[in-house]
């Protein structure tokens, strides 16, 4: 293994043997991903309607987001390491199939349970485009273009999703929650439809998961899952049961740890080109509790709004974020991308500081401009970030860095709202609780400033 350089490498230095450039998979790929991630906001605006149809408590429809959740984050590190030995196309072309196919299960379930049973197929499925979705962009795209087509992916999926929201909220008031899980099959239709012809073959095919697959699968993946569920407690201020999932979770993490499988993944991690972007998308990423958690029931508690008002103070962010992304990408092929990484953070925590200037009386405008300004910084960070990671995966393990990069965002989407719930009780809820909530955020997100700044890109990738 070499050292890691001292500093920064030239960026944008041309690799011998690339990829030739071809942006007609990484589009593909782009919408597949969208779909994926769509699934998550549709959803959540037919909880309601969920309920009330198949009979069942608002507490119980949350795990129609928590059965597409876990397994998603659980099975995105094994998958990973089986779409190495496979050929990308062919996972693609049947995870993507196999979305559309859950889709329709779930929305002729005639029951809850068989509903949330669709669900757990559609989140295995879905953490199968995930998995594939690197190494296409690094068979697709050299290393000197690589932070530009990361830069369009991530400006296809926080609009499509917002737009995928509104959507969904208008069919299901009309028609229901059935047709909802329904309409991205056009656009599965389409991802297919082109994905026949644009994506190149492979070598690998569809390879039989080994023994070692399913003990990854059983171990590892009850240890996300345990820790997933562990922090959805202490949400829930369940917090014996809490303790006792996390305990879980560490005794099965320590068990594959010891594992053969485990070694190569946990070998990526140390190393610091790789695993300081990863241990910073994993601090930065808890932004996402000062959004869905501190603000909400600051709308609602302090300034006495509604959903709305946030929601429309939310759209400012998603658009900053998306506007920003090709910038994002541009920046990140032509400078160190721990330079514009660093700047996207200090943005972000900039943003969230500034949370804590808000008043009794701030409006939509003074939500919207400091949301704007930390879904600048998170585009900012999150697109040369990426490009981080995947540079620093070598060739034959870039479906397994996929996916671990894949669990730790989604682990960071649950610890962040559940640990600014914790902060926002005992802090004594109210504005007091906002401001003990925001600074636990800040002091998160400025440790990943950190990390971002240490961090190092190996020579030779942008």
Known sequence: MKNEPATDPPPAVPVAGAPPMRWAPVMVTA??????????????????????????????????????????????????????????RTVFLFSVTGVAVSSVLAAVAPTFWLLLAARVLQGVLGAAVAAVYMPIVAASVPPERRGRALGYVATVMPLGAMAGTSIGGFIADGLGWRPVLLIKLP????????????????????????????????????????????????????????IALAVVAVVLGAWWSRLPGSRPILALTRRPAFGLPLLGLLLLASYIGLTLFLLPFYVSDVLDGGPAMMGLALMFFVGAFAAASPLSGTLADRFPVRLVAT??????????????????????????????????????????????????????????????????RTLAFTVGPS???????????????????????????????LAAL?????PGNA
């Not at 795990?63 to 089986?82: D, E, F």
């Not at 998170?378 to 996929?402: K, R, Y």
């Not at 240490?454 to 190996?458: G, K, L």
Request: charged share 10%; net charge neutral.
């Open 31 to 88: 919408l597949a991903m969208l779909m994926v991630t769509l699934e998550l906001s549709l959803s959540s605006v037919t909880l309601p309607a969920i309920g009330a149809d198949l009979n069942v408590g608002s507490a119980a429809t949350k795990w129609v987001i928590l059965s597409y959740a876990l397994p998603t984050a659980a099975l995105a590190i094994p998958l990973g390491r089986w779409v190495d030995r496979a050929d990308a």
């Open 187 to 242: 656009i599965l239709a389409v991802v297919l439809w082109l994905g026949h012809r644009v994506l190149p073959r492979g070598e690998g095919g569809l390879p039989r998961p080994g023994r070692a697959l399913y003990g990854d699968t059983l171990i590892l993946g009850g240890a996300v899952t345990a820790l997933l569920l562990a922090f959805d407690r202490v949400e829930a201020e369940a917090h014996g049961l809490a």
């Open 343 to 408: 700047a996207g953070a200090a943005l972000s925590l900039a943003g969230t500081l500034l949370a804590l200037t808000l008043g009794p009386d701030a409006g939509v405008f003074d939500l919207a401009w400091r949301l704007a300004l930390i879904g600048l910084g998170q585009s900012l960070f999150n697109v040369p970030n990426n490009t981080a990671i995947l540079a620093a995966t070598p060739p034959d393990m870039v479906g397994a860095g996929s996916g671990v990069s894949m669990t730790v």
């Open 419 to 449: 640990l600014a719930a914790l902060a926002y009780t005992l802090g004594g809820t109210g504005a007091s609780g906002f401001r003990a909530g925001v600074l636990l955020i800040a002091a998160l997100q400025a440790a990943g400033l």
């Open 454 to 458: 240490s961090a190092r890109t190996p």
